[in-house]
């Protein structure tokens, strides 16, 4: 009988192997909306049922700053918000170690209302936060730096601006500018603008939700193409705008947006799902190439417990994609926000005991099924990933899945 290479199948495994997961979600009924997430996905900033400003994490749990909106989080501590001043209007604060700063307004700004000015996003290295002001009832897109306070970004041909997104070190900035629609556009720290355009030619509509830290992908939603009404996308100046579709619906009009953009190309946001308006939280990964309903990516993944649950919006993402924060109903159709945490389980496989779960332990294996080498009784345990005392191909399939995970 001609036995197989090892080499050869390694190869067919590894066409085979699908990566397994873990899951974890998470309630957390205190906190109503979650806005934003540092880059590892263990802190939450938002607001909650109150109209409270909220900060979340394990160890602590929910920690109320104030009345309002935390909107951006930076990986340094650092909470950009819009919270209620002693005056009752609402100001663009800075919360750092615990301490509130109201930052004031651009310069001859005044009130509309009860708006005074907001802080809607800051970079992750915690240089630079952006927002909007108001003069008289309209708005202008602004970013802060600790040296120089508010710098105003302008109004666009005397329309209303807002700046709400901002690169991982602060020197991209983007929102959206009033022409003729609210339109997608991009700021450098001069306040020089750059409009995007839109999927649908003609159409300026969309507004920027996300930059990248290295500023080299935006993502937002725009006037769409192919008989979507509104559509999410993520462009780049390289090869501009990347249309991330409408999951299939039965609302009257084809509607997703995108809220948020890991560093790894995961994008997650919502659709119009039913009419007259009823959301679903959605995603887009490389391997999709569009949005999906969320929840059925999950279950899809095997994760089984997520049929009981509604997500309604999908609002933040980790840096590597790992962890989703939104809000929804939980099984007991309770409205909340809630996290999302997916994972490997790399607890055995690692038969060559150098630390890691790798090709190393796959190739170990093969080797020992096509050939009968060697394995030491601590090697054989590790191995048996089923726990079902054999070491088989199926073992070899799920060192493989816990190696790409």
């Known amino acids: 009988m001609k036995r197989t290479s090892p080499f050869i199948l390694l190869s067919m495994i590894l066409l085979q192997a699908q990566p397994t997961y873990e899951f974890e979600i998470i309630s957390i009924p205190s906190m109503e909306t979650p806005l934003s997430m540092n880059g590892d996905g263990t802190k939450l900033v938002g607001t909650n049922f109150g109209g409270q400003a909220v900060l979340w994490t394990d160890s602590t749990g929910t920690v109320i700053t104030g009345v309002g909106e935390n909107w ?5 501590d650092k909470i950009f918000s819009e919270l209620e001043n002693s005056e009752g209007n609402w100001e663009a604060a800075l919360i750092e170690n615990g301490e509130t700063v109201f930052l004031g307004n651009i310069e001859g700004g005044n009130t509309c209302d009860a708006f005074y000015s907001h802080g809607l996003d800051i ?14 009832c309209g708005t202008s897109a602004f970013f802060w730096t600790p040296e120089d306070g508010i710098v105003e970004l302008g ?7 807002k700046a709400q997104a901002v690169s991982g ?38 507004e920027v939700h996300v930059i990248s830290n290295d500023g080299t992908q ?11 009404n509104v559509e999410g996308y993520i462009w780049t100046e390289e090869n ?24 790894n190309n995961i994008a997650v946001g919502e659709y119009l799902n039913e009419t007259p308006v009823f959301y679903k939280a959605c995603i887009y990964t490389e391997e999709t190439g569009t949005f999906i309903n969320l929840r059925d990516y999950l279950i899809s993944m095997g994760m089984e417990e997520i049929e009981s649950w509604d997500l309604v919006k999908a609002l933040c993402v980790s840096d590597d994609g790992s962890k989703i924060a939104g809000y929804g109903k939980n099984p007991s159709s309770e409205w909340t926000g ?18 890691d779960v790798d090709l190393a332990d796959v190739f170990q294996v093969v080797t020992f099924l096509v050939y009968a080498t060697d394995l030491s009784d601590e090697q054989l345990d590790q191995a048996d990933m089923d726990f079902d005392l054999e070491v088989t191909i199926f073992d070899i399939l799920s060192i493989v899945d816990a190696s790409v995970g």
Do not use: H, K
């Open 338 to 355: 809630w996290l999302l945490r997916i994972s490997v389980d790399n607890s055995v496989g690692d038969v060559d005991g150098d630390g």
């Open 218 to 228: 935006v993502a937002g939603y725009c006037a769409g193409s192919n008989g979507n």
């Open 155 to 161: 109004q666009y041909e005397g329309g209303s601006t």
């Open 240 to 263: 501009g705008f990347i249309g991330l579709g409408v999951p299939e619906n039965s609302a009257s009009t084809n509607v997703s947006r995108v809220f948020d953009l890991s560093e």
């Open 123 to 136: 970079s992750s290295d915690g240089s630079t936060g952006v927002g909007m002001g108001w003069l008289d």
């Open 169 to 206: 070190n602060g020197q991209l900035i983007g929102g959206w500018a009033q022409t003729s629609n609210r339109a997608s556009c991009l700021w450098d720290r001069d306040g020089n603008i750059t409009f995007l355009g839109s999927l649908d030619v003609g159409n300026d509509y969309g």
């Open 72 to 76: 951006g989080l930076s990986d340094d």
